[in-house]
C-alpha cells in the first residue's frame, strides 16, 4: 500500500458495473482511479464507452487486465464469472488486493461445483475471500485480500430472508419472486433485451431452482442461522459451516432500467400461539438493520424508483393472517447497492474508509 | 331480443375497459353498437375521449346511462364497483341482459360482505350471475340475464390455480406474486399512476390478504375442487358450495402500459412417491385447457408480450425438486382476456355466437 | 394466378415488418398465407419467433427464398435493402408479382446512384415499380408487378409534404423532425438499441442531409409539384420526371415501440398578402386527404398512441405569423401505415380488393 | 450574509424543481438546508414527499412559505410562475437573497405582459434580476439579489442558439425542435401525464409562437448579437436592449422521465463564399463554451441519456451542404442543467463559490 490515496484499477470498466465502479471512484476522497480495464475498448480514452463521463478524466484510456492490475494497489472485478477467478489470481499473485463484483468467489467450493457444474478454478484461494453483504459481514472485511461482493438478485432477497432467519420466522422454504430491471442482463446485444422485445414486456426466466444465486441466498440465510447459534444473528461468517435452508427464488425482468423488488414470503413453522403480526415482523426488521446506513426500513412498501441512482435498500414487512405468511420486501438499485454501490461499501471497510464515502444516499427522483 | 343485429350498449366507455368493448363490438358481426355511456364525456363524440377511434363511428356521441340502457338489449357494464350494482338492476328491470366488468356480481352475498365491508346492494340478484370466466363457466353461460366477467389480475391467478386444483397438486396455501401493466388502474388521473412517477418503478401493493381479487381466486380453486368432486374439474357451478382454498395474492405494479403475468407457487401436500417433474404438471396444464381457443400452454415460459392487443393467454409450469415447489404461470393482456375481451367471449358464449367472434387473436409484436 | 385465394409468400418474416405482415394476411379474406421465409429461423414454425401468434397457423414454417417464392402467387419482400432486389427479380422471373417493403424500387436509377453509391443492381425492372404512397398513387397500382412500398419516415414526412406543395406553401426548404420509435431499426441486437442504453433516451441521428429517406421525401414532393402542373396534385406518377423539391429531414429516436410523429415546417415563398392561416392550411390539408379511408385530419396535434396498432395516419397543422412558418403534423405507426399495413393497402389495390381489406382501423389504446 | 453556511429555504420543495434542490443543498459543503415548503406537504417530513430521501435530514418537516423566507438566507423558488413573484417580493423585503426558477423575473416587464398577457406583477424589483444562463451571463451574476433561472426548453435551446448568433449564423428564423421528458410537465396528476397515456407515446404540444419559453430563447439570441456589438458574446446583459430575433420553436414531449433534447436548423444569410461546413461549424461552438465546466462540446450527436442525472450540457452541430441549413444539437437533463443543478450554479457564482460545488458532473449510466 501506498503512503497516499489507494491506487485504483477496474476490469470489465466498460459494463454497467464497472460504469458504477469508475463513477464512485472518481469522486471517492482516498482513491485515485489508476486504471480501467476493456477487451471491447482497448486503448480507447473511457468517453468512447461512457458518453456521460465525457470531459472526466479525459487522460484515462482502456486498458488490458495484465496493465490494470500492475497500476493498482486494489483492482475491482465487474468482469464475467468464470473469467474472473484467473484475474483475481493473478492480482493477488503481484500482491494487490481484489475486491471482485463476479460470481466466483461467493461460493464454497462444494457449492460452486454443485451450482456450476465444474469444480471451482481456484479454490486454494477461496479461504482469502469474505462475502461482501457488509450489513452482515462488516466485522470480517478489514484487511480481506477479496472482497466476493454479492449479486445483485442475491443482495435484495438476502437482506429480506436475514433478519427472518434471525427470528426463527423462516419456513421450511421461503418463496422468493424478485422483479429486475434490464441492465441486470448487463450490456452486451442479446435479441431478449433489445428495447422493441423488452420494453411493454415482463417475463419471468430461470424459475425456482435454476438460477445460481439461488445458492448465495440459501448460504446468507443458511449463516444468519449458525450465527444466530454463536450469539449474534448479524455477525456472519463466511467460511463456517452453516444450517440448510430453503429459497424458491424466481427472477422475473421488468421493463425498467434499474432496479430490484424482492418479495420474499414464508410461513413460520411454529406459527400458532405466537403468530406474528405486521407490526412485529416490522419491528423485528428495523431492529435488525439498526445502525446500518444504507438500510431503510418503514410501513410503507418498498419501491424501486425510491433506491434508483442511489447506494441504499428500502425494506418492509407484511403478514397476511388468513393464510399464515409472512412476507418481506425489498428494494435497492441492481447497479447500486446491488453491484458498484456494494463493492466500493465493502472496498470502504476492507480499508479503513467510513462505509458510505463516496457512496450515493440520494439518488434522484424521478 | 331483436331480430336483427343485438344492440349493445356500454357503460363506462371512456374507461380504458370502455374501449375495449368499443373496439370489439364495432367489429362483431352479430352486434349493432348501439350506445356509449360516460359522465364524463356526456354529449360529446367517440374521438373526444378515443383519438384512436377517430373517423370512427363518429355519429355516436356519449350518453348518459339511462339512454344507453334504453338504447341497449344487451349492457356491457365497464363501470366502477358500488356504482354498477344498481345500473345492472336498472337494466334487468327494463328487460335487459348484462355484461359486467365490475366487481358487483362476482362474489356471493357473503363472501361481498366479507371483502367490501357493507352487504350487498342488490342480493336478490345475484341468482342470475354466472361467472364469466368462460374455460371453467362455460356450459353454464348460455341464456345468463348477468354475465359476472372476472377481474384481471383474478383471471390470470385463476387460471393458474385451476389446473393444480383439477390435479389435487393445490398445497395449503398457494403464494401467487402477480405482475401488472399500469392500465389496471384504471384511466384516472392519480398521482402514483403518473408518468414520472410511474416509469422506472416497480412496486408491491395491497399485499397478501389486502386484494379483494384474493376472495376471486380462491372461490375458483375451491369451486374446481367441488366441481372435482362432481366428476368434471372444468365444469364449474356458479352458486354451488366449495371448499376453502387459501391463495396468497400479492399484485405489483410494473412499468408497462398493458399485461399481467402470474407466478403461482405452491407445495402439492402429499409430496413424496408421486412427486411431479415439470413435464407431468406441463402436461396437465395442456391436458385442462385443451379444446380452450383463447389458451396456449407451452415449454416455454410465458412473457406478456405474447399475448399484448390479444384476448389469449399464455400458460407454462416448472417443479423445483429441492423445494418441492409447483409454479404456473400465465401470462394475459390485463385489457384482453382480462377485462374487454373475455366480457366480450362471455357475451358471445351467452348469445349464442362463436366463442372467438370479435376477439383478437394475433395481438401485435413489438 | 389461382382462381381461389391468391397464394401470398412473406421473405424476411422473422422481422417485425414480417409479423405485421403474417398477422394482417391470415386474416384477409382472398388471401392465403402460403408461405414464410426467414434465414435464421429456417424450418422452425412460426411460434418460434412470434410467440404472440401461437397456435395459429401451426402448419407453417419458416423456408428459404426459393420455396417462398415458388409457393406463391404474390411475395411481400420484409428483407434487407440491397438483398431484395435479386429477390425481386426471381420472383419476376418466376411469373410472380411483388410487393416490396425494401428501399430497392423506390428511386430512380439516378437517385438510387447518387444516395446508395452505386448503380441499381435491376435498371431494368425500374420501370416495373409503381410507388406504393397509395393516398397519392392509387390510379397507377392496379396490376402493377412491383409495388415499391415505401419507407416509414418517409410515409410520415411524405403525408405531411405533399399537400403544401399542392397547396404551393412549400418553401425554399422543409424542416422535417421525425420522432421514431426503436422498432424502425429493425429487430437485429444493436449496442444503441439495447433496452438500457434506449429506455430514457432520445437522439438524433443522420443528420439532415445524411439518411437515405431524405431522397423519397423529396421525390414526393416533386411529383406533387409536377402533378399539380398537369391539373391533379394527387395523381402522381412515379416514373414522370419532377421538380426539385429540398427537404432537411432530421430522424431522432425515442424510447417507445412503435410510432412516428413527423413535425415539417416551410416558409412558404410568397408570404405576404396572402398569409395563411392555421384555419386555412388545415382546411387545405383536409381536403386533400378527402376520401382517403386511412388518413384522418383535424385541428388536435396528433400522437403516436392514437394510430399505434393500426394503420391509419393523423395530420394537422399550424401557422406561426410571428415567424412565418406553416408546420403540418403527421403520425402513424411505422409498422402500420409504415411498412406492413401500407403494403397490404398497396397489395389491396394492386390486387383489386377494397383498400382497407384485412387493415386495422382501430389500433388500441393505451 | 451569516459568517457560518448560508441558510438555504426551498419553496415548492413538493415538487421535482424542489427534490433536485433538496438534493444538491444537503451536499453544499457551504450550505444549511435550513427550511422547506410546501403546501400539500405542510407539516410532514421531507421523506412523505420524497421517499428516495428517506433517513436523511428527518428532522425537516414541509413549513409555509413565511416560515422557510424566515429561516433563510438565500430563497430558492420551485414555485409557480404567476404565485411566485410576490414570494420573491416578500424575501427580497426581509433582505433575502433569491434564486428564482419561475418565470417571473427571465423576461423584460414589455416581454412578459406580451407573452403572459398581463402586466408584470412586481416591475420594480425586475431591475434586480440576473438571468441565470451562467455560461453566458457569468460576470453580471455576483452578488445578484435575484437570479432568475432559465427554463429548461429555454436552456436545452438557447445554449444552441447563442453560438450561432455569435457566429453570425442565425438566419431569418432558427427552427428549435426540442423533445422533453414527462417530468418537465410537473408533479401533478394530469390525464395527458398519466402513465398509461404517456408511455408508448410522442406529441407535439403548443407549436411553434405559442409557448412561452420562445421569448426566453429569442432575447438569449437578441443578447448575443447585442454583446457581439459591444466585442464580447459571452458577455451578456439581463437589462440592455438587443436585437430581435425569431425562432419557430415546438416542443415535443416524449416518453422518458427525464431529459431534452433541441435540434435547432438555421440558414445563414449570408450563405455563399464563406459556407459553413461540420467542422467549422463544430469549432466554433466548442470555441464559444470553452472554459464552462458544465458544457461538452463534440462531434458524436448528443443523447439525453449521457446527461440524465447530471448537471451538465452536451453539444454537437452539423451541416447539410445541399439545403444550407445548420444544425445544433442541445441535450441537457432538464431537471439538471435545466432546473436545480442551473439554479445552484448561479447561486454559487452569486455567492463566491465554486461553480460546480454541489453539482453532479457524473450522472449515471443506463
Not at 458495473?17 to 469508475?22: C, F
Request: contains cysteine; charged residues 15%; glycine residues 12%.
Amino acid at each position: 500500500m501506498t503512503d497516499g490515496p489507494i491506487r485504483a484499477g477496474v476490469l470489465g470498466a466498460s459494463g454497467y458495473g464497472g460504469a458504477g465502479l469508475v463513477e464512485r471512484l472518481v469522486r471517492h476522497p482516498g482513491v485515485t482511479l489508476a486504471a480501467i480495464g476493456s477487451r471491447a475498448y482497448l486503448g480507447k480514452p473511457l468517453a468512447a464507452s461512457w458518453p456521460h463521463l465525457a470531459g472526466l478524466r479525459s487522460d484515462l484510456r482502456f486498458q488490458d487486465s495484465d496493465d490494470v492490475i500492475a497500476a493498482s494497489d486494489v483492482v475491482f472485478c465487474a468482469t464475467p464469472h468464470g473469467a474472473t477467478a484467473p484475474l483475481v489470481a493473478q492480482a493477488l499473485a503481484a500482491g494487490k488486493r481484489v475486491v471482485d463484483l463476479s460470481a466466483d468467489f461467493r461460493l464454497s467450493a462444494a457449492a460452486y461445483e454443485e451450482w456450476y457444474g465444474h469444480p471451482h478454478p481456484h479454490p486454494e484461494l477461496l479461504p482469502e475471500a469474505r462475502y461482501g453483504l457488509v450489513e452482515l459481514h462488516r466485522h470480517e472485511l478489514p484487511g480481506a485480500r477479496i472482497v466476493a461482493s454479492p449479486g445483485c438478485n442475491a443482495t435484495a432477497a438476502s437482506l429480506a430472508v436475514a433478519p427472518l432467519a434471525a427470528a426463527g420466522l423462516l419456513g421450511e422454504v421461503a418463496i422468493a419472486n424478485v422483479l429486475t430491471g434490464v441492465s441486470g442482463a448487463g450490456r452486451s446485444p442479446s435479441g431478449p433485451m433489445h428495447f422493441s422485445e423488452m420494453a411493454e414486456n415482463a417475463r419471468p426466466y430461470k424459475p425456482a431452482g435454476t438460477h445460481r444465486h439461488t445458492a448465495e441466498i440459501e448460504a446468507v440465510g443458511g449463516r444468519v442461522r449458525a450465527a444466530l447459534a454463536r450469539g449474534d444473528a448479524k455477525r456472519l461468517l463466511t467460511h463456517a459451516p452453516f444450517q440448510p435452508v430453503l429459497v424458491a427464488f424466481t427472477p422475473h425482468i421488468v421493463p425498467m432500467n434499474r432496479g430490484i423488488i424482492a418479495t420474499v414470503a414464508t410461513r413460520p413453522l411454529d406459527w400458532g400461539d405466537r403468530a406474528p403480526t405486521t407490526e412485529t415482523v416490522l419491528g423485528l426488521v428495523t431492529d435488525y438493520y439498526a445502525g446500518d446506513p444504507l438500510v431503510d426500513v418503514g410501513p410503507e412498501l418498498p419501491q424501486t424508483k425510491a433506491v434508483a441512482g442511489s447506494d441504499r435498500a428500502s425494506l418492509s414487512a407484511h403478514v397476511d393472517g388468513r393464510t399464515g405468511q409472512v412476507l418481506v420486501f425489498c428494494a435497492i438499485d441492481n447497479l447500486g447497492k446491488g453491484a458498484a454501490g456494494q463493492a466500493v461499501q465493502g472496498f470502504n471497510v476492507a480499508f479503513g474508509f467510513a462505509e458510505t464515502t463516496a457512496l450515493s444516499l440520494t439518488g434522484a427522483w424521478p
